[in-house]
């Protein structure tokens, strides 16, 4: 098991693709420039374009002399700069990174100001209406537990069921104007987290009201849910096993 940091802004997102540089790319070619061999490399999450990561976990399967607290050490001297593995550890060979997954934890941050700070550019949504935060926490627990979130999902979804459940999320207002927004899950939809913190945004402009939120998830109706925020202010936290 890798776990894997990355800032996202230059990526078309974690999974391998053909129109663009992906993590999972750069991850591919570290492993056989290092172990001499091809090796399959599966991450817990797909993340989007542009979205960072603190805790993506990565399985790989390789025959090799190099110790397991050298492997971190060996990668990062390999990857780009904006790519590290922080830390390498050995799991049971049917170790599978999204099927053994217990929960997820995302923080989705906005800066909420009327002037931008460009330190925050690639890693905050610059909002710079006003935002009512207590509207927005308020509204935030009708999302917690086990629902159909078909509403909040985007069209390219593909999956046997849109049902989830959250079982943490905080809305906490922070230093220098900033938002910050932690889902905890036992799994995401296709821009689920993006959807729904574009809905809480409504909540706190007085566009949505926020005892709304219950009958947009039992509509399962995209249409009504908020906007997708941008995928700069997405980060995958955590993920537990």
Known sequence: MLIVAYDGTNYCGWQKQENGITVQEHIEKACKKIFKQKVKVIGSSRTDSGVHADYQVVSIQVETAITIDKIPLVFNKTLPNDIVVREAKYVPIEFHPIRDTKYKVYRYCILNSKIRQPKHNNYTYFYYKTLDVEAMKEASK?????????????????????VRTILEINVTYEKDKIINIYVKGDGFLHNMVRIIVGTLIKVGEKKIDKSEIKNIIESRERKKAGPTAPPEGLTLEYVSY
Not at 142 to 162: I, M, N, Q, Y
């Open 142 to 162: 009708h999302f917690l537990g086990t629902h159909d979130f078909k509403a909040f999902c985007s069209s390219k979804t593909v999956t046997r069921t849109t």
